[in-house]
């Protein structure tokens, strides 16, 4: 887990629903299923927060840092494939 995962574990113990928001977003089922259970009761609210932290991992990539010395070509983002190789042009 990432410092990221740990403040919103923090925040869960206080407020459950905050981290849920923040990780899944306003339109998600997550987010209605613990406000739900929050209004049920709240060991039940934290356990589910505590679940979506840990399997719902955050989206950023480090970049690495790097020099004006450098010759390398930058390379697209893993996600983006390749287009076709154009045969015959310039």
Do not use: K
């Not at 259970?37 to 480090?62: D, E, K, M, N, Q």
């Not at 004006?68 to 893993?78: G, K």
């Amino acid at each position: 887990m990432q410092l990221v995962d740990w403040i919103l574990v923090f925040m869960a113990v206080f407020v459950p629903p905050v981290p849920v928001l923040c990780r899944r977003g306003w339109r998600s089922r997550d987010l209605r299923v613990n406000v739900a259970l929050w209004l049920l009761g709240f060991i039940p609210c934290l356990a589910h927060a505590l679940w979506v932290i840990a399997s719902h991992p955050a989206h950023y990539r480090v970049r690495e840092s790097r020099t004006d010395t450098d010759n390398e070509r930058l390379l697209p983002p893993d996600d983006i494939t390749p287009s076709r190789p154009r045969y015959g042009s310039v």
